[in-house]
């Protein structure tokens, strides 16, 4: 009866924690067409409206630290409900900053957005693998990722129309209100989800109830274990690869193909559906194949395709990039599952350094934005994602190995 007990709540937990995946998802994946919108609301190029991408990641590389400490002090459950307060917070943030309309009122939004939402990522990645059997903790964090391509294609469809309009979408006043009402609408959402997971009872982790020494809150000798030290520099390569990407796919689409704004959604949106595809595939498939080997063999798919967009350019390098969007959908679970393996109570720690490396999304897009509109070609820029995945192909290959 206890056990039945304990495995109905651990179901309930992991459909619970899921949703996260997706909810984040969405905030992750409107940053593209808020990237294309802020150039036309304010008159910028695309190098400094990659800033948004910046303040958003930027909270990714300050805060998981402090957020590892705080639930090491309390719980996984506690940085949820923490994390979806937060959001919600900044989400009501852009009812007053979207009448001010100052472009770093916006970027200061976005950030407190972020930082909620670096709660949830912090909290939920290493919760899901612990969820369970370790063996398969690849695979059910692959399947809680595959939540989050369900999410990234829902933003990119259909949010994103709503974020970017048409060429023809009305009055600044018109596009301003769109704006404010999609974000007041998502805090609403993330306000109703905390209190769900308030009244909800989660099963607290043998670590969380162990710990005993809470004076130390973080353990930075984690980083002397070569699997995670590896993982932490592939994970900073892998985002800052994949935002490259997914930033800059409306503005290739629109400025350098010459798409409308209506047929440039819909591509994101087949973008994101391979990469929905991806993630569901890549966790049948893990059923039979190592997650390591896959890493490999879907890194150097990634880096070939990345050859294809610099040497053919044009609606050719769109349809690479959606390739390689449904490559990429594994990387990021499988490299995250398999460089916090055995780490036993200083998990928390380690997917803390984790999740600063998304720090990455703070760096490598705005370079390869710069890039891209420095040079005559501006197909070159893909290169700098083509080392990205190299470097993923390398931990897969190599560098996850436990070696103790």
Known sequence: MNQTKKTTGTTVALIMVMCLFFLWAISNNLLSPVVKKMMTLFD???????????????????????????????????????????????????????????????????????????????????????LGDP?????????????????????????????????????????????????????IVLIVIAIIFIFTKLPRIQTETSEKDIHKLISFKVLKR?????????????????????????????NYVGMSYSQATTFFGFYMLFFLLGRWIGTTLMVKFRPENMLVVYSVASVLLCVVISVMGGKTAVYAMMGISFFMSIMYPTQFS???????????????????????NSILPILTAYV??????????????????????????????VVN
């Open 44 to 130: 910028i190029d695309q190098a400094r409206a990659e800033f948004v991408e910046t303040s958003y990641w930027f909270a990714y590389f300050l805060f998981p630290i402090p957020i590892a400490m705080f639930m090491k002090r309390f719980s996984y459950k506690a940085g949820i409900v923490l994390g979806l307060l937060i959001a919600a917070a900044g989400g009501l943030l852009f009812l007053p900053v979207t009448r001010l309309h100052s472009f770093p009122l916006y970027l200061c939004a976005f950030f407190v957005v972020a930082t909620g939402m670096c709660f949830l990522e912090t909290a939920a990645n290493p919760y899901v693998t612990e």
């Open 135 to 187: 063996a398969t903790a690849p695979r059910r964090l692959n399947l809680a990722q595959a939540f989050n391509g369900l999410g990234a294609f829902i933003a990119a469809m259909f949010l994103s129309k709503i974020i970017l309009g048409t060429e023809n979408t009305g009055s600044l006043e018109t596009e301003i209100h769109t704006f404010r009402m999609t974000y007041a609408i998502f805090a």
């Open 226 to 254: 070569n699997h995670l030290r590896n993982g932490v520099i592939a994970q900073f390569f892998y985002n800052g690869g994949q935002t490259a990407l997914n930033s800059l796919f409306l503005v290739y689409c629109i």
């Open 338 to 360: 398999l460089a916090i393996t055995d780490l036993k109570e200083d998990t928390k720690s380690g997917s803390a350094f984790l999740v600063m490396a998304i720090v990455g």
């Open 372 to 401: 891209q509109k420095s040079i005559e070609n501006p197909n070159i820029a893909y290169l700098i994602p083509l080392v990205c995945f190299v470097v993923c192909g390398w931990y897969g290959w190599k560098g996850h190995r």
